[in-house]
């Protein structure tokens, strides 16, 4: 199975601050890698698909880079609305998996 | 508009059986795959399973952790996926979410829509 590995677990950040997030495939999965968003008590949401590509209504500030077997997310200017848990996952083979999730909290 | 609405959760008993469902609308169910997603208290996400659409026979994938104990189906005619889970465990406990996959590629087998879950628990 392919594990991915995301670091931090948790970051403290302000508004404005320039985050990023990295997920590290225990094995290359080209750009087959997508980046979700979950609020608390919320089902998560697609921010990113094939590493980087935006999905439809995602704002601009998120990028995601990265291919083989690095890839990061990036929030240009975090805003008060980007206080949430940030998961990637592998598309490239079964099972299919998640990172441990990134918690982005207010500084 | 998409939406996905999951049914059936509850509290079950060690060794205990449970279907969940998803009624799904506002798109052509049948030509999607479809996943099961859930989520433990307090952690992450963990892909449960797939069924794929007609086009590619409805067949299934499993993670690990529940192959052999749980089963996906579909029922196209009424816009519908199911999970049986069967023989379940206190570590089953988790909220399950029903996803659609936006695509059948590599690139667009991501889940584009997600229901709002149902908290199956699973205690004695």
């Known amino acids: 199975d392919i594990q991915l590995t995301q670091s931090p677990s948790f970051l403290s950040a302000s508004v404005g601050d320039r985050v990023t997030i990295t997920c590290r495939a225990s094995?290359?999965?080209?750009?087959?890698l997508a980046w979700y968003q979950q609020k608390p008590g919320k089902a998560p949401k697609l921010l990113i698909y094939?590493?980087?590509t935006l999905q439809s209504g995602v704002p601009s500030r998120f990028r995601g880079s990265g291919s083989g077997t690095e890839f990061t997310l990036t929030i240009s200017s975090l805003q008060p609305e980007d206080f949430a848990t940030y998961y990637c996952q592998q598309l490239n083979s079964y099972p299919l998996t998640f990172g441990g999730g990134t918690k982005v909290e207010i500084k | 508009e998409v939406e996905l609405v999951e049914s059936g959760g509850g509290l079950v008993q060690p060794g205990g059986s449970l279907r969940l469902s998803c009624a799904a609308s506002?798109?052509?169910?049948?030509?999607?795959?479809m996943d099961w997603v859930r989520q433990a208290p307090g952690k992450g996400l963990e892909w449960v399973g797939r069924?794929?659409?007609?086009?590619?026979?409805?067949?299934?994938e499993y993670a690990a952790s529940v192959k052999g104990r749980f089963t996906i189906s579909r029922d196209d005619s009424k816009n519908s996926l199911y999970l049986q889970m069967n023989s379940l465990k206190i570590e089953d406990t988790a909220v399950y979410y029903c996803t659609r996959a936006a695509g059948t590629s590599f690139y667009t087998a991501m889940a584009d829509h997600w229901g709002q879950g149902t908290l199956v628990t699973v205690s004695s």
């Open positions: 094939a590493a980087s």
């Open positions: 506002g798109f052509t169910f049948s030509d999607h795959y």
């Open positions: 094995q290359g999965i080209s750009d087959y």
């Open positions: 069924t794929r659409n007609k086009a590619n026979s409805y067949t299934t």
